[in-house]
């Protein structure tokens, strides 16, 4: 099993790529550090793990409260060290330049940059010390090509590919690799339920591989960033799109 051995922390893993990624991570053979603010699908997402291992720590709460995050941290048992980070959680508050307000801006500034900032603060020390360590962003194909009324999200996907790089550059001597992913249109339960058919559809035709993915497609392409067949793969911003906006 290709992850044995390791500590993966998963952001967002309540439902949609997240919750594959934690699927994933366990059947590969990690330990997960699981994190949602939805705590009914958090414990389903982890139920399931545990039919697989024990080594499943489920904490549910708000993210972007990063003191409640921090000390959340801090009780974390020494049994977790976590080496692998994705930072997956998000969402999205649509916009033009005309109508997004600051507070809706900086919102999601704050989970897609702020968030994950301060993750790989407290984890990469420890990843460097060990010389081992993996980083996975998931951006989006709208950090590279921009979205119509996706101002705040777009500009927080753009960001994250900025930090990816930079920590890249950083941390890459001690051994970490440091990577974003950028999905294009992915079956998740926000997709399914908040996106209209005819914008679906207008992506579907623009993607060569003329379907929308499913979010083991995605999770699957992280597991492979956070394994060690991926050891001379860093900076890399990779589409997970069907060929859609590349
Ligand atoms: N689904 C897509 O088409 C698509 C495309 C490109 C990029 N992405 C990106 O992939 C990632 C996952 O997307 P998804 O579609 O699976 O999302 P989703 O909305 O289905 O799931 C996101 C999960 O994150 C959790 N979450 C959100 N804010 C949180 C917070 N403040 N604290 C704790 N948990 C929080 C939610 O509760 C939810 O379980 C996101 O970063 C998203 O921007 C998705």
Redesign the pocket.
């Known amino acids: 099993m290709g992850l044995e051995g390791h500590t993966a922390l998963i952001?967002?893993a309540?439902?949609?790529?997240?919750r594959a990624c934690a699927e994933v991570f366990t059947d590969q053979g990690a330990a997960l550090v699981l994190?949602?603010?939805?705590p009914e699908?958090l414990e389903e997402v982890a139920r399931v793990c545990k039919e697989k291992t024990d080594r499943i720590l489920p904490l549910a709460?708000?993210?972007?409260d990063l003191e409640l995050l921090g000390k959340e941290l801090d009780g974390v048992s020494s049994s977790f060290e976590v080496d692998i980070l994705v930072n997956?959680?998000?969402?999205?508050k649509p916009g033009t330049t005309g109508k997004i307000d600051r507070e809706a801006f900086e919102s999601v500034l704050g989970?897609?940059l702020s968030v994950p900032l301060f993750l790989i603060q407290r984890f990469l020390p420890a990843m460097r010390s060990r010389k081992w360590g993996r980083i996975i962003n998931?951006?989006?194909?709208?950090g590279i090509i921009g979205g119509k009324g996706e101002v705040a999200?777009s500009a927080a996907?753009a960001g994250l590919i900025g930090l990816t790089k930079s920590v890249a550059r950083e941390a890459g001597k001690d051994n970490v690799t440091v990577n974003a992913v950028?999905?294009?249109?992915?079956r998740?339960?926000?997709?399914e339920s908040a996106m209209a058919e005819k914008f679906k559809q207008q992506i579907i035709n623009d993607t060569p591989l003329g379907r929308i993915a499913e979010?083991e497609e995605v999770a699957k392409v992280i597991a492979f960033l956070a394994s060690e067949d991926a050891s001379f793969i860093t900076a890399v911003a990779l589409p997970v799109s069907g060929g859609w906006g590349i």
Do not use: E
């Open positions: 952001t967002g309540g439902q949609g790529i997240g994190i949602d603010k939805n699908t709460l708000d993210l972007t997956n959680a998000g969402f999205d989970i897609h998931v951006s989006s194909i709208y999200y996907k950028l999905p294009g249109l992915t998740t339960p926000t997709i979010p």
